[in-house]
């Protein structure tokens, strides 16, 4: 079974569509360091990668991987956001910890990135 072409259909959308002047461009990318990826890396000039995860041991990895393959292509990176590390009860107000926080504190001091959102 052939996988689809993320990475072709990508660069379509950044070469076919007209953007115009913009100050940023926001881009939410699958989480690794596939097709498009690298595509985004080589064929755009990014002046800044966000890398956003869950605190999840495959998330995390996914996340380091996507973090030297930004070093590794001259693409600075400026910050870690942790992302779906409480839950908040519509009810009561409570707040809960749903996956473990300190996985994604000591990626983000491992690897010398601030925290954009999220860190504890």
């Not at 693409?75 to 809960?96: I, Q, T």
Request: contains cysteine; charged residues 20%; aromatic residues 4%.
């Amino acid at each position: 079974m052939a996988r689809p072409n993320g990475g072709g259909a990508f660069q379509q959308m950044l070469t076919q569509t007209q953007w115009d002047n913009l100050d940023f461009l926001l881009i939410d990318m699958p989480p690794g360091t596939g097709d498009i990826q690298l595509t985004l890396a080589q064929k755009v000039p990014v002046s800044g990668a966000v890398i956003v995860t869950t605190p999840q041991d495959i998330a995390l990895l996914d996340a380091r991987k996507g973090i030297e393959m930004f070093r590794k292509v001259n693409v600075p990176v400026l910050g870690v956001v942790e992302n779906m590390s409480l839950y908040h009860c519509e009810n009561c107000g409570h707040e809960a910890a749903i996956l473990a926080l300190a996985a994604v504190i000591a990626l983000r001091k491992n690897m010398r990135h601030k925290c954009l959102g999220g860190c504890r």
